[in-house]
């Protein structure tokens, strides 16, 4: 069974940066996808960033803001988040996308405020 567990989330200042993780139990192979979503109270989850083999894309929201990435030989993606927003306030998921279905991890809380 593979299992996903996020870190990183916090508070943050408007301006500020933070770094959030996403730890695999098992090997993650770079054929298949992975991204970040994210879900403000009251919204649906939305997509934020996916890394596959062939690049990255990211939602317009958070494009020169935030940059995916993943290392293979320690089974952990990134989300590295730049001059944060208060509107960036939300809960972030990580899923990896397997053959027949998707897997999720738990979630990290990010807060922007003052």
């Known amino acids: 069974q593979v299992q996903l567990v996020e870190s990183g989330g916090g508070l943050v200042q408007p301006g500020g940066s933070l770094r959030l993780s996403c730890a695999a139990s098992g090997s993650i192979f770079s054929i298949y996808a992975m991204g970040w979503y994210r879900q403000a109270p009251g919204k649906q989850r939305e997509l934020v960033a996916t890394?596959?083999?062939?690049?990255?894309n990211y939602a317009d929201s958070v494009k020169g803001r935030f940059t995916i990435s993943r290392d293979n030989a320690k089974n952990t993606m990134y989300l590295q988040m730049n001059s944060l927003k208060p509107e960036d306030t939300a809960v972030y998921y990580c899923?990896?996308?397997?053959?027949?279905?998707?897997?999720w991890g738990q979630g990290t809380q990010v807060t922007v405020s003052s």
């Open positions: 890394i596959f083999s062939g690049g990255t």
């Open positions: 899923k990896l996308a397997l053959p027949l279905r998707d897997y």
